[in-house]
Structures are given as structure tokens and as C-alpha cells.
């Protein structure tokens, strides 16, 4: 159990394009999901938190308008990189909590997104 | 603050051999959670253990084993009998009040054949 589902896994696009990377619990209810930046040979970076049906909560730095989370259900939280630019290209996260699977506790993860941008 | 440091960045030892991957933390939080993540060049992470600072026994998963160590803030991860699938990144993290996770920087372990 808690597998958690992200896709793409990988994707090119130009400057000014927006992105949008999903995040799928597939068999848990993820009342929490977690999105993260990680830079190579680098620790994951916090970026938002966000709850099923409310905003996202955003780390300081992290630009809400570039960036914009939607977690609609239990489920499905979604990332768009708005108007993305050579220096959003990076490596991005998602992970999910939620019961049964450890309750709040424990973070499952997505496989991640490997986003460049040309 | 809280804090969790990994000191060694890079590990590498020989197949076979036994390795123990060095976790410190700080917490002023008397309830706490601990745990160790596995990134494979794959670069999905994959959850290992959590471990609640109440619960000070040692665990052991087959080749992996785990000492928590309260009175030195210590949480290290020995892998016994070292395999090439085992050479990943591996994190040591600490949830904190807002069921966020603090990340160590990570240790590269290497496993040479």
C-alpha cells in the first residue's frame, strides 16, 4: 500500500511555457500533500503544503503565482510551473500523508519530475 | 531549532561489508518522530522507518538495523552485509509540530562490487 503517483516523470518545454505535474495517492486518502524542490546532490527543499480543499501553504521564498497548487480532492494535487524559465528546471516532488497509512506521520512519495526548460 | 545533521557525505565501501550511516538531530519538542529515507538514482524516495522518541528500542529489518539513542540525539542506520542495490542517497529526517519534515543533507553510500 500507500503508493503515490506523479507524472510526468519527465518533461522538456520551452521558456514561457506552463507545466503542470500531478500527484496521485492510489490507494490512500491524502488529506496532506507535500510538494518539494531538490537541486542536484542536494537535500529536498520544502515548497508548499497543502490541504484537501484549502489554499497551500507556501515556504517562504517560494513564489505563489509561479508556482500554483491545487489539491482538489483526497486524492489529486496538482503543480503548474506558470511561464517557466531555465531556472525553474530542477527536480520536483510530491508526497502524500494521510490514514490509514501512518496518519499525518509518514510521507509517501511520488517518483518525482525532472522539468527542464529550454 | 531543529536541526538534522548527516555529517558523512559520501560513503563508499566494498560488497559485503557492513556500514552505519550517522544521524544527529535537534528537537525541543518532547514528542518527536524520526525517519530514513532511501533515494535510489531513480530518484524516488523511498520511506525506510519512523521511529517515535518514545520508543528507544533498536530495530532491525532484515539487513538494516536502527539505533535510537535519546540521551546522544543519535538515530544511525547500519546496513549489514552491504548489496550494490544498496548505493543510494539516504536522508535522515525529523517531523516537526506542522507534520513537516527537516531533512538532513544526506549520505551518498557507495557500494563497490
Known amino acids: 500500500g500507500a503508493v503515490v503517483s506523479q507524472h510526468p516523470s519527465w518533461v522538456i518545454c520551452k521558456s514561457g511555457t506552463s507545466v503542470k505535474i500531478e500527484c496521485r495517492s492510489l490507494d490512500f486518502q491524502a488529506t496532506t500533500m507535500f510538494w518539494y524542490r531538490q537541486f542536484p546532490k542536494q537535500s529536498l527543499m520544502l515548497m508548499a503544503t497543502?490541504?484537501?480543499?484549502?489554499?497551500?501553504?507556501?515556504e517562504q521564498g517560494v513564489e505563489k503565482d509561479k508556482f500554483l497548487i491545487n489539491h482538489a480532492s483526497l486524492t489529486l494535487s496538482t503543480l503548474t510551473v506558470t511561464s517557466a524559465h531555465p531556472e525553474d528546471s530542477s527536480f520536483y516532488i510530491c508526497?502524500?500523508?494521510?490514514?490509514?497509512?501512518?496518519?499525518?506521520?509518514?510521507?509517501?512519495f511520488g517518483a518525482g519530475t525532472r522539468l527542464s526548460v529550454l | 531549532a531543529q536541526k538534522v545533521t548527516q555529517a558523512q557525505t559520501e560513503i563508499s565501501v566494498v560488497e559485503k561489508e557492513d556500514v552505519t550511516l550517522d544521524c544527529v538531530y535537534e528537537?525541543?519538542?518532547?514528542?518527536?518522530?524520526l525517519f530514513w529515507y532511501k533515494q535510489p538514482p531513480s530518484g524516488e524516495l523511498v520511506f525506510l522507518i519512523r521511529?517515535?522518541?518514545?520508543d528507544e528500542q533498536n530495530e532491525i529489518s532484515g539487513r538494516y538495523s536502527w539505533n535510537f539513542q535519546k540521551s546522544t540525539s543519535s538515530f544511525n542506520f547500519t546496513i549489514t552485509a552491504s548489496q550494490v542495490v544498496d548505493s543510494a542517497v539516504y536522508f535522515c529526517?525529523?517531523?516537526?509540530?506542522?507534520?513537516?519534515?527537516?531533512w538532513g543533507a544526506g549520505t551518498k553510500l557507495i557500494i563497490k562490487p
Open positions: 528537537t525541543r519538542d518532547t514528542t518527536y518522530y
Open positions: 508526497s502524500a500523508s494521510g490514514p490509514p497509512q501512518g496518519g499525518k506521520n509518514i510521507q509517501y
Open positions: 497543502s490541504n484537501e480543499g484549502s489554499k497551500a501553504t507556501y
Open positions: 521511529r517515535n522518541s518514545f
Open positions: 529526517a525529523l517531523l516537526d509540530s506542522n507534520y513537516q519534515l527537516i
